[in-house]
């Protein structure tokens, strides 16, 4: 049984010593220095990261304003076109002429005829 408590004894300080070992050998100052461009590179990275993610929740907000904006125009183009439609019926086009003066006509056109004379077919 004293062997047994002198083994876990002797393996909890191994495993003590080496987590110690393995702490200040990776995070010394040598080690840091020298992975100094790796860090900045890492930093640069993180800032693209975020910026990427700024400009694509504005670009989004964008779209969406736009799709907004387009579907008002839409619906003020559908509304412009039916009342176009409406007022270019001849009834309402009776009506708006009415205050002017002007009335369909009852007689039938007629149609006018060019008169050729002599000279004029012997240019042709």
Same mark, same amino acid.
């Given at each position: 049984?004293?062997?047994? #408590? #002198?083994?876990t004894?002797?393996?909890?300080?191994?495993?003590?010593n080496?987590?110690?070992?393995?702490?200040?050998?990776?995070?010394?100052?040598?080690?840091?220095?020298?992975?100094?461009?790796?860090?900045?590179? /890492?930093?640069?990275?993180?800032?693209?990261?975020?910026?990427?993610?700024?400009?694509? &929740?504005?670009?989004?907000?964008?779209?969406?304003?736009?799709?907004?904006? /387009?579907?008002?125009?839409?619906?003020?183009?559908? #509304?412009? @076109?039916?009342?176009?439609?409406?007022?270019?019926?001849?009834?309402?086009?009776? @009506?708006?002429?009415e205050?002017?003066? /002007?009335? *369909?006509? &009852?007689? *039938?056109?007629?149609?006018?005829?060019?008169?050729? #004379?002599?000279?004029?077919?012997?240019? &042709?």
């Amino acid at each position: 049984m004293a062997e047994q #408590t #002198t083994n876990t004894i002797n393996n909890e300080k191994a495993k003590k010593n080496f987590s110690f070992k393995a702490v200040g050998g990776l995070f010394n100052a040598k080690w840091l220095t020298g992975n100094m461009n790796f860090f900045f590179f /890492l930093s640069l990275l993180a800032v693209l990261y975020i910026a990427n993610g700024h400009m694509a &929740d504005k670009t989004i907000r964008n779209i969406a304003k736009t799709q907004k904006e /387009l579907k008002e125009l839409q619906f003020e183009y559908k #509304t412009v @076109k039916s009342e176009v439609m409406f007022k270019s019926e001849e009834a309402q086009v009776l @009506k708006a002429a009415e205050p002017l003066g /002007l009335k *369909v006509s &009852d007689v *039938v056109p007629q149609r006018l005829q060019l008169q050729t #004379t002599a000279a004029n077919k012997k240019k &042709d």
